[in-house]
Nanobody, 125 residues
Framework: QLLESGGGLVQPGGSLTLSCLVS????????IGWYRQAPGKVPEGVAC????????YYAASVKGRFTVSRDNAKNTLYLQMNSLKSENAAVYYC????????????????????WGQGTQVTVSS
């Protein structure tokens, strides 16, 4: 089970940190990341943390502003989002898979091993 938290309303230029608490399996056996879906848009893989430290992925649109990290001891994934823009508003889903990040961010969310219920991020003044 994946349980996201940390979403909310933030002004443009502001920051939010999303968390994903994993239960039922060991996080360190999986690649885990974040998808987002905005109204009327195709779901997008945003960031991913692979099983190995050098397997990190960011979508080009968030690189340099978002940071994905994991705490395997706490079975928790984080997404630090800085300099938020209105186009970053979406429902953010935590997703996980036994495959690498290349699969996590390119495979339709419902074909991955697990995903959460999502947390809403709204960016507005």
């Amino acid at each position: 089970q994946l349980l996201e938290s940390g979403g909310g309303l933030v002004q443009p230029g502001g920051s939010l940190t999303l968390s994903c608490l994993v239960s039922g399996f060991r996080l360190d056996d999986f690649a885990i990341g974040w998808y987002r879906q905005a109204p009327g848009k195709v779901p997008e893989g945003v960031a991913c943390s692979g099983k190995f430290a050098d397997n990190i992925y960011y979508a080009a649109s968030v690189k340099g502003r978002f940071t994905v990290s994991r705490d395997n001891a706490k079975n928790t994934l984080y997404l630090q989002m800085n300099s938020l823009k209105s186009e970053n508003a979406a429902v953010y889903y935590c997703v996980t898979d036994l495959g690498a990040c290349s699969r996590v961010v390119s495979t339709p969310m419902d074909e991955l091993d697990a995903w959460g219920q999502g947390t809403q991020v709204t960016v507005s003044s």
